[in-house]
């Protein structure tokens, strides 16, 4: 192995260039800054809608195409904040909310083929309730109205143009909507400061209701679906994610890495990502951490937000996990945007003691390499695509020291089974035939792209291990070199 540590540095030509943008992660900032929006998705679309800033109520409607990377906008025709928001067929239902006064019954609808708006009415005035839509209609839920929390549910048939109302078994706000096949699902909520581990079930073919418990009593999380299972997690939620499986009707408890209040959660493919919040015990300060849970391999990661903050509006887009807006220290709020695109690849070998220990102790954070002079760790990511025939996979690496060398490497086979062994002062996680890729240098945040044309071309069918090698004099075990952790590619034709 210590052939691998003294044949890079006199052959290799370093990058001098600052790293290119990194494209597992992009940030941009909406069109207006405020808070207490919702949001939700229609295929390609990620709405993001109304709120409020200090002193006014936003009409402000931010549209993101995950298709092209744009940002549009639209303008509801009332401003509102604390409505809910739900999408079917190519309309877009924003029900109630606040106009800056009482709560309103509006239901503003938005045609995305036309850009044209019609409007129905609620039963009753609300903000705070959840939307959601299946079949042919749209249900809201729950929420405070003008004469305190209420249980109501309103129900739109959008075929045939009518009203319905159900109730919930209890008022509440802050319930949070979802379907599975044929069932809508009504968890959490709070009732003054009383949380309720009610999640209520709606089966549509044949109306009848059931209940299954949750974990914990809990309000305002976030959820995302995959197959016949749901992930509930953040909001009032600090130190799990639940995994529902509907085919059984059990619930699985994922205990985090950290704890945290206020975080968004989304779905990336097959990652759940879980961001920002305030730590636990509370601080009103947002913190930048992203804890993502790869269901494949079972195994967090942690990555980073743009800007630390909390209570974001949180959506899943596919491969995509978009964070929107949310609260900042001292009363304030943000218009940052971060969408993150999960990689063709998944990581292993981490320095976070899952595997092989660190050489002297530096353990790393969750799914990244051990601890350097830095103090952080080294992360390495996939981006783009796995395909032969593409030739567009990509890689970044972050939490290195800043304007070192860095060499991006392959190998045939993983060392020790995925554990890794140690080496400098890191762990070796990719062995075999190894092949030398390209070299570049960090920029002063530590950070650098290999773009697709230097991460090597290999044939169809077979299983790659890359990883990323730095140096790092001041290393805390004295070896003068680091690496990151490992990501395994299945290379597709």
Known sequence: MSSLRYSLVPALLFAADAALAAPQWESFELGANRQYMCGCTLDDLAFVVGGSGFSTVSDHVDIYDASTGLLTAAHLPVAKSRAAAAALGRKVYIAGGTLGGPYTDRVDIYDVDTGAWNLETLSLSRGALAAVALGTKVYFAGGFSNLGYTDRIDVFDTAAGTWSTDQLPSPRAYVRAFTIGQRVFFAGGTHFSVLTDEMRVLDTTTSTWSTVTLPAPTASLD????????????????????????????ITTIPTPVLGEGRGLARAGDRILLAGGWPVPQVEVGVDRVDVYDLTTGTWQVQRLSLGRAR????????????????????????RVDVYTAGPGHAYCSGDG??????CGNGGLEGQGCANSTGASALLTSWGSASAAQAALGFDVAGVPAAQPILLFAGSSAIAGGAGASFGDGLRCAGGTVVRLATRLADAQGATSFPPAQTGSFAAGTQVRYQAWYRDVAGPCGHGFNTSNGVIVDVLP
């Open 223 to 250: 959820v995302a679906v995959v197959g016949n299972r749901a992930y509930l997690g953040g909001g009032l939620l600090t130190d799990a994610i639940w995994e529902y499986d509907d085919l059984t009707g059990t």
């Open 312 to 335: 974001m509006v949180a959506l899943s887009l596919g491969e995509r996990a978009l964070f929107a807006g949310g609260d900042l220290p001292f009363l304030s709020f943000t218009p």
């Open 354 to 359: 899952t595997g092989q220990a660190c050489p």
